[in-house]
C-alpha cells in the first residue's frame, strides 16, 4: 500500500459515496461526495456489505483485495484493509487510478485515524452522522473533491450567520447563499479548481450545502413524506412557519404540479403568473433537500417517456377507432402482464383507461428492476398496438407519429429516447404488409465502425430497412437518391456535398412509410443529426 | 487464397440476458449501458478470421417476448448457428434455456449451437455454478462458455467457437 500524502487531487471521478466499516459490520466513516446523490443509511449499509464480504469469502473463496457489487447502474466497490473495509458508491467502474488513491485513504484512516473513534462513541443513543470525523473528511476531499459541482449551484451556510466558523476558508466572504459557483469564481478571483476545492473542505466539515441542484430539464415528483408539508397541522409545516415564513403558503401550489410528468421549467411557467421565480426555486431547493421532492432518475425518465407513450397511444386509438376497441385492446394485453408495479398503474375510469404517473411506486426500487419495468411497458406499447385492427394501422400509425413527433420526440432528450427506437421499428414491421427479408444482407462496403453519426445512422437504416422492408426497397432507395448506399463507403458518398447526400437518402427513406418517419426522428434526435425539413412534422 | 463463409446465426435466450449487448460487443466493441427490450430483430454483421478462413458473421438478434414468438419464427429461416444466452444472476433465465431450444427445434432442422452464460462480473449476485452450465450444456450435447460483455471477456471467443464449430461442418 502506498502511505505517502500525494498531494494532488483527482478532478474527476464517478464517485458518490465512500463509507468505512470495521470487520463486524459496524459503520466507522461515511462521506457523501455528490451533494445530489440520494443518502445511503451508513448504519443498514455497514451490515449489508459484511454480510457481503463474508459471503463472497465463504461462499465463493473470494479473497480479492478488491471487488465489486453491481447494482445496475450503482457500482459498489469493496476495498479490504487490515481492520477496516472502504465501500465506495460510483456510478461507473473505478479506474486504477482512483482505486489507488481509495487504498491509500484506507491505509492512512487505519493508521491515522481509526485509534482516535476507537472505542467507537457510536451506540443506538447517538446518531452515527454526530461522531462523524471531520478532519478525516476534509483528507478525503482533498484527495478526491466534490463530484460535479455545477457552475448553477448555491452555496449557503448550515450554521447560524452569528456562529463564528472554526474552519479557515478562502471563500468566507464569498458564500452569502445568493450567488452561485461561478459568481463566486468571478468575484473572488480564485480559480475554479482552487473554488472547487475549498467548497469540497466546507463541505467535509458540513458547514455547506447547495441550493439550486437541479435543471430546468428535470422531471420533479413527490415522496411519500411530502404529504406532511400541504398538512397545516404538521410539525413539518410548523417548523416551515418558523425557518422560512411565507414558504407553507407557496408549497401548497406547487404540489399539484410536482406530479412526476411536469419538468421544473414547466412547473415555473404555470405558478410564474401568482408566485416570484426565485420564491419559487427556493421552495424547491428546501423540499429536495429535505428529500420530500426530487428529480427523476435517468431510468424513472424512461419509464415517463413510455408510460406518456403508451397513454398518447390510447388516446390516439381512441380518436382513430372507437373508445370501446381501444379499451378491449389494452383489457386483452393486460391479461397477460404479470409485473404489479405496471398493472397498478393502469386504470379504468368510466370505460377510459388511465395511466398514472405517480412514481411512489418505484421508490426503493433498485435500478435493475427499473429497466425490468421500462422493458414491460415497452411489451405493453407493443402489444396494444399490434391487437389493434389491421385495416386502420396505417392511419393509425400516422396519427400516432404526429402526436408522437409533438410530446414525445420534441419535449425529451436524446438519452430519454434510449431504447425507444425499437417501438418505432415495430410499428414498422406492423405496418409493412411483405414478408419479411430473412437471408443474408448484402452489407458490401458498409461499415459498422463509424465515424460519425451520419454514418451510424446510415448503417441502421440500411440494415434494419433490408430486412422490414426487403431488400427491392433499398435497391429504389440507392436510385431514387442517386446514393451507392452499401456499395461504397458512406464517406465516399461525397458527389457534390455529403450532407445533401445523405439528406436524400433521409428523404427516400421517410417515404417508406409513417412508422419510417417515426424511426428516423427518433435515430436522428438521439444522434443530434438535423432533418431533412421535408421529413419534418 | 481461402474462401469467405457467410454465416447466419442468430442469438435467442430469456429477456435482459444481454442477448443485444453481446452483439453490440462483438460487432463494434462497444458496451450498451442502458437495457431495452429488442422489439422484433436486430441486426449486426462481422468481418472475422477464424483459423485460416474468413468469415462474414451476420448476426440476428430476436426479440424474446412472449408475444413475438410467430415474428421470430421468420427469422430462423436459414440459420446455421443459434447462441442459447442465459444469465447467471438469473435462475429463471437458466431454466429458460431448454424452452428455447424447444422453440429453436421447432423451427431449424440443422444447426450447431453453443450456451452462452452472461454477466459473469457480478460476482456477488451470481446464482448458476460453471458446473451446472456446463451439465445442461452436455445435455444438450454442444459447447458451454462463460463470458462477461460488460468487461469484454470471452465474447469474441464464443462466435470464433460457433463459427468454428458450422465451418468444420461443412467440410
Redesign the interface.
Known amino acids: 500500500m502506498d502511505f505517502t500524502r500525494r498531494c494532488y487531487t483527482l478532478q474527476s471521478h464517478a464517485i458518490q459515496a465512500i463509507l468505512i466499516t470495521d470487520k463486524g459490520g459496524s459503520p466507522r466513516f461515511y462521506m457523501q461526495l455528490d451533494p445530489k446523490a440520494l443518502n445511503m443509511d451508513p448504519v443498514m449499509a455497514s451490515s449489508f456489505f459484511a454480510a ?1 464480504d463474508m ?2 469469502k465463504k461462499v ?1 473463496d ?1 479473497s480479492n483485495p478488491v ?4 447494482y445496475g ?1 450503482r457500482l459498489f466497490t469493496l476495498l479490504n484493509g487490515v481492520k477496516t473495509n472502504l465501500i465506495a458508491v460510483s456510478i461507473k467502474s473505478l479506474g486504477k487510478e482512483v482505486i489507488d488513491v481509495l487504498d491509500s485513504l484506507l491505509a492512512e484512516f487505519e493508521l491515522d485515524w481509526l485509534e482516535i473513534v476507537d472505542p467507537f462513541e457510536y451506540n443506538f443513543d447517538t446518531s452515527f452522522v454526530d461522531v462523524y470525523l471531520e478532519a478525516f473528511g476534509e483528507r478525503v476531499m482533498e484527495r478526491l473533491s466534490l463530484r460535479l459541482l455545477s457552475d448553477t449551484w448555491v452555496p449557503y451556510y448550515t450554521i447560524r450567520p452569528d456562529r463564528p466558523i472554526a474552519i479557515q476558508s478562502l471563500l468566507r466572504d464569498y458564500i452569502n447563499g445568493s450567488s452561485n459557483v461561478k459568481e463566486i469564481v468571478e468575484v473572488s478571483n480564485l480559480s475554479r479548481r482552487e473554488v472547487v476545492l475549498e467548497l469540497s473542505k466546507l463541505w467535509a466539515h458540513r458547514v455547506v450545502r447547495f441550493r439550486n441542484m437541479f435543471s430546468f430539464n428535470d422531471f420533479m415528483t413527490t415522496g411519500t413524506q411530502f404529504i406532511r408539508y400541504v398538512q397545516a397541522t404538521s410539525d413539518e409545516t410548523k417548523d416551515l412557519q418558523t425557518l422560512h415564513p411565507g414558504m407553507e403558503g407557496v408549497i401548497p401550489h406547487l404540489a399539484g404540479l410536482i406530479d412526476g410528468r411536469k419538468t421544473v421549467r414547466e412547473i415555473l411557467a404555470e405558478l410564474g403568473a401568482r408566485h416570484d421565480e426565485s420564491e419559487l426555486l427556493r421552495a424547491l431547493d428546501y423540499l429536495m433537500e429535505v428529500g420530500v421532492i426530487q428529480a427523476l432518475t435517468p431510468e424513472k425518465r ?1 419509464i415517463l417517456l413510455v408510460k406518456e407513450a403508451l397513454e398518447l397511444a390510447l388516446r390516439v386509438a381512441e380518436g382513430t377507432y372507437s373508445l370501446s376497441e381501444a379499451t378491449s385492446a389494452l383489457q386483452l394485453v393486460l391479461k ?1 402482464t404479470k409485473a404489479p408495479e405496471v398493472l397498478s398503474q393502469l386504470q379504468l375510469k368510466g370505460e377510459k383507461w388511465v395511466v398514472d404517473f405517480d412514481f411512489k411506486i418505484l421508490e426503493g426500487i433498485e435500478t435493475r428492476r427499473l ?2 419495468l ?2 414491460e411497458w ?2 405493453i406499447l ?2 396494444f398496438v ?1 391487437i389493434l385492427n389491421p385495416t386502420k394501422l396505417e392511419l393509425y400509425v400516422k396519427n400516432l407519429t404526429t402526436v408522437f413527433s409533438q410530446r414525445i420526440v420534441k419535449r425529451y432528450s436524446a438519452l430519454d429516447l ?3 427506437e ?2 418505432a ?2 410499428l414498422e ?1 406492423l405496418s409493412t404488409p411483405t ?2 427479408h ?4 448484402h ?1 458490401s462496403h458498409l461499415q ?2 463509424w465515424s460519425n453519426a451520419m454514418e451510424e445512422l446510415a448503417y441502421l437504416l440500411v ?2 430497412g ?3 422492408y426487403r431488400s427491392e426497397s433499398i435497391t429504389q432507395i440507392q436510385s431514387a437518391s442517386g446514393t451507392p448506399l452499401i456499395d461504397l463507403l458512406p464517406e465516399e458518398w461525397v458527389g457534390k456535398d455529403h450532407v445533401d447526400t445523405f439528406e436524400r437518402v433521409m428523404y427516400e427513406y421517410s417515404k417508406l412509410g409513417p412508422a419510417a418517419v417515426l424511426t428516423l426522428l427518433i435515430l436522428a434526435t438521439q444522434r443530434a443529426i438535423l432533418l431533412p425539413q421535408e421529413v419534418l412534422i | 487464397m481461402s474462401p469467405t463463409y ?1 454465416l ?1 446465426i442468430v442469438t435467442v435466450g430469456a ?2 440476458v444481454g442477448k443485444t449487448s453481446i452483439i453490440i460487443r462483438f ?3 462497444a458496451f450498451r ?14 468481418k472475422m478470421e477464424v483459423g485460416e478462413d474468413n468469415v ?1 458473421m ?1 448476426i440476428w438478434d430476436l426479440g424474446s ?3 413475438l414468438e410467430r ?1 421470430r419464427a ?2 430462423y ?2 440459420a446455421q448457428g443459434v447462441i442459447f444466452m442465459y444469465d447467471v444472476t438469473s435462475w429463471e433465465s437458466f431454466n429458460e434455456v431448454i424452452d428455447w431450444k424447444n422453440e429453436v427445434d421447432r423451427n431449424l432442422d440443422d444447426y450447431k449451437a453453443i450456451l452462452v452464460a452472461n454477466k459473469t ?6 446464482v448458476v455454478s460453471s458446473e451446472e452450465g456446463q451439465k445442461v450444456a452436455d445435455q444438450m450435447g454442444i459447447p458451454h462458455t462463460e463470458v462477461s460483455v460488460r468487461l469484454d471477456k470471452h465474447v469474441n471467443d464464443a462466435f470464433a467457437t460457433i463459427a468454428r464449430n458450422i465451418i468444420d461442418a461443412f467440410q
Not at chain 1, 67 to 70: K, S, Y
Not at chain 1, 438 to 441: D, E, L, T
Not at chain 2, 33 to 46: I, R
Request: aromatic letters at 16%; a neutral charge; charged letters at 20%.
Open positions: 457481503i459471503f463472497s465463493f473470494e471487488c465489486h457489487v453491481d447502474s424512461r397477460e429497466m425490468i421500462y422493458g415497452m411489451k407493443a402489444q399490434q434510449r431504447g425507444f425499437e417501438f421499428y415495430w414491421i414478408k419479411p430473412v437471408g443474408p444482407v452489407t459498422i465502425a440494415t434494419r433490408h430486412i422490414i | 457467410l447466419k429477456q435482459s460487432s463494434t466493441g449501458e442502458h437495457y431495452s427490450p429488442t422489439l422484433g430483430v436486430g441486426f449486426a454483421y462481422k462474414n451476420q417476448q412472449d408475444f415474428t421468420n427469422y429461416l436459414g462480473d457480478l460476482i456477488m449476485e451470481r
